[in-house]
Nanobody, 123 residues
Framework: QVQLVESGGGLVQAGGSLRLSCAAS????????MDWFRQVPGKEREFVAY???????YYADSVKGRFTISRDNAKNTVYLQMNSLKPEDTAVYYC?????????????????WGQGTQVTVSS
């Protein structure tokens, strides 16, 4: 089993920045990639970004150029640096992880989820 704990959410004005952190514990050697997803009430959870074990990254078009995902392997922690935030970025952000050999943007292929952290961007 793998446990994921997010931190760093909060309230920020449009154009501002936040950094989310996700600390992984347990059988972290099983993890192939770590993702961030987000969800607003009444909508499906959507992919934001992932980073593989080798450091390869991929972003949703809606955040490309504004968000950066990174990892500190020594701390088993993944970060999501969010710049130039917009009101439409308001959501609960979830850290996620999956096993296997191919990175995913699909909710259905995620093996582990964090509890979520609220990000609110005011206009």
């Amino acid at each position: 089993q793998v446990q994921l704990v997010e931190s760093g959410g909060g309230l920020v004005q449009a154009g501002g920045s936040l950094r989310l952190s996700c600390a992984a514990s347990g059988r972290t050697s099983d993890i192939y990639a770590m993702d961030w997803f987000r969800q607003v009430p009444g909508k499906e959870r959507e992919f934001v970004a992932y980073i593989t074990r080798r450091g390869n990254t991929y972003y949703a078009d809606s955040v490309k150029g504004r968000f950066t995902i990174s990892r500190d392997n020594a701390k088993n922690t993944v970060y999501l640096q969010m710049n130039s935030l917009k009101p439409e970025d308001t959501a609960v952000y979830y850290c996620a992880a999956h096993r296997g050999v191919v990175a995913t943007t699909s909710v259905s292929r995620i093996d582990y989820w964090g509890q979520g952290t609220q990000v609110t961007v005011s206009s």
